[in-house]
């Protein structure tokens, strides 16, 4: 039993250090050209301050608009920066990837000994650690004008790293398509924003007319974003379980299959067109 | 127990190129066998597949058909411990550039999981002379000092099996030399390619010629050498202007080739050694400083062979 433990102890271990091994790289390299760091902290802050203004001023008239009002339009407006800054990840693999391979290093990377998994999670870890400033900021801000209880708000931050996996994964997706395919990745991205357009991360569902709205409904990324603030607001979790247990179910499960599928894909684009360039 | 740490086993690739039924065997049923410490060196033109080969062999890429076995496991099987086994050193330096030298080593050398690796990068950098370069960012190193800096890693990684794809490109010829040194003291094994045949002149144990994707030759330097049969070269100085000399050589069909070197010298490649008799009667009629006969060397095997 002890040796088995320290035998999982010892693999965890190993894992982690990959993980960090190349987040720390990934942030090294971010550090190069410190502006670039600088302005990757100030920019998100810059769209935040008008919409707040427009909103602020909408909002004092007393409109509401589906569960949107002057008490928590903030909640959802800063919860949506957070999502936001989160969704630049899936940009972040394939600038990432594709430097690697003009860079001409992903030969090093790719016959070193560790998966690929690895590489999605340290990738994952060091944008992390590049939005961490200003995610904090858009957070405490949430939570001073809508204040919930410790549980919900470590809930909160595991529904945050749920979705940053969601996007991790299909980032990494994207990634493999921009090097390897570099003509039609971007015909992904298109489909991708379409999809976010009918996700209401910054709108309410209401905003949207009555034919769209079962399209939108039929969008896991709506599903997922609304628990989120639907937690928020609820600031109870056993309560926001049992009454959406759909939206948890979809939450999870992506957060567990879209990872995997990337890397799935990840290895059979990589096995079967291998490497343009080289 | 074989002694055998590479066997390759009818590898072929095929790169199919944009067009109808357009393609290039990159690799043409390769069958090789490496011994364990053995310094192999691949020799070739530009596109023969050498790097492909290296490629296939490093798990980079995946053959069209065939297999190889490294230090025993399978090539496609068991990809993972093949890649615990090899380290790769590619023309292309594969370094960061927006990183520093020494973010650069021990990046790699955490991922490979090298114990200590900051003395080991130490005593590498001081080796290759490179030490004073660590903490500048690897964009403003100059290409000789690129490519110490890719051989340190490729050292420093502690792999059975080195993979190093010209290596001494952009190295100046004093670094060569201590490349040479370098890799002579290592027990690991080496394959490795270059367009300077000097330095696979001085390492290699053993050579194989290869062209679009075939192996053509293989086999110790000597055994390579003799495949030049009985020609042989003769260098020769004249005291005197060489003019009358090279018209009367060329009249004798027992000579391919004469090539003019400084002054009055030149060298006389002969069919057969059996003709060296006739030379030097011809030589007797004029006064002569110098003459040697000159062993074969891998170049004009290499010319002749491509």
Redesign the interface.
């Given at each position: 039993m002890k040796t088995r433990t320290i035998k999982i102890k010892k693999i965890f271990k190993?894992h982690l250090?990959?993980i960090f091994?190349?987040a720390?790289?990934n942030v090294?390299?971010q550090l190069?050209f410190k502006f670039n760091l600088y302005s990757s902290i100030i920019f998100p802050f810059l769209p935040v301050i008008m919409s707040t203004i427009v909103l602020m001023r909408f909002f004092s008239e007393g409109v509401t608009f589906g569960q949107w009002k002057d008490t928590n339009y903030l909640v959802f407006l800063f919860t949506a920066f957070n999502i936001e800054l989160l969704r630049t990840i899936i940009q972040k693999f394939p600038i990432e990837m594709r430097l690697e391979k003009y860079?001409?290093?992903l030969?090093?990377?790719?016959?070193?000994?560790?998966n690929k998994m690895h590489l999605l999670l340290g990738i994952f870890l060091s944008h992390l650690i590049i939005i961490a400033i200003p995610f904090a900021v858009f957070f405490l801000l949430a939570c001073l004008i809508s204040p919930i209880s410790p549980i919900t708000i470590i809930f909160i931050i595991f529904i945050f790293l749920l979705i940053v996996l969601i996007f991790s994964g299909i980032g990494f997706f994207l990634g493999v398509f921009a090097i390897s395919e570099e003509n039609y990745w971007r015909i992904f991205t298109i489909g991708l924003q379409l999809l976010f357009y009918v996700s209401c991360i910054a709108y309410p569902f209401e905003l949207f007319p009555a034919e769209i709205q079962p399209i939108i409904r039929l969008n896991p990324f709506y599903h997922i974003f609304e628990i989120l603030r639907v937690t928020w607001l609820e600031n109870n979790i056993l309560l926001t379980i049992t009454n959406h247990p759909f939206q948890f179910i979809i939450l999870i499960g992506t957060a567990i299959i879209v990872p995997l599928i990337s890397i799935y894909f990840f290895k059979i684009i990589y096995?079967k067109f291998?490497i343009v360039g080289? | 127990m074989t002694d055998k740490i590479i066997e390759t086993f009818g590898l072929s690739k095929i790169y199919y190129l944009k067009g109808k039924d357009k393609h290039v065997n990159a690799l043409d049923d390769v069958n090789i066998s490496i011994k364990k410490g053995e310094i192999f060196g691949l020799l070739g033109p530009n596109g023969a597949g050498k790097t492909t080969l290296i490629q296939i062999l490093t798990t980079l890429l995946r053959p069209t058909s065939g297999y190889a076995i490294i230090d025993g496991y399978h090539l496609l099987k068991n990809t993972k411990k093949v890649k615990s086994k090899v380290a790769l050193m590619l023309e292309s330096d594969m370094l960061y550039y927006r990183l520093t030298a020494y973010d650069n080593l021990k990046f790699f050398c955490k991922l490979y999981k090298v114990s200590n690796y900051q003395q080991k990068i130490n005593d590498m950098v001081k080796l290759l002379g490179i030490e004073n370069w660590l903490k500048e960012y690897v964009e403003k190193l100059s290409s000789g000092m690129k490519m110490k800096l890719a051989l340190a890693r490729t050292l420093l990684l502690e792999r059975d099996i080195l993979f190093l794809d010209e290596p001494t490109l952009g190295m100046d010829v004093k670094t060569v030399n201590l490349f040479i040194d370098m890799i002579k003291n290592v027990e690991n094994t080496i394959i490795f390619t270059s367009h300077d045949l000097s330095v696979v002149e001085k390492l290699c144990d053993r050579i194989a010629f290869i062209n679009e994707g075939k192996i053509l030759k293989i086999g110790t330097q000597e055994e390579i050498k003799n495949l030049s049969g009985s020609e042989i070269k003769v260098e020769i100085s004249l005291a005197c202007k060489k003019q009358e000399l090279l018209s009367e050589l060329h009249s004798h069909d027992f000579i391919i080739d004469i090539t003019e070197q400084q002054k009055n010298g030149f060298l006389v490649h002969l069919k057969e050694k059996a003709y060296y008799k006739d030379l030097l009667s011809i030589l007797s009629n004029y006064e002569i400083m110098k003459i040697k006969e000159v062993e074969p060397a891998l170049e004009d095997l290499f010319l002749r062979m491509y």
């Open positions: 190993h250090s990959q091994t190349i720390e790289k090294k390299i190069r860079w001409k290093t030969p090093a990377l790719m016959i070193a000994p560790f096995d291998g080289y | -």
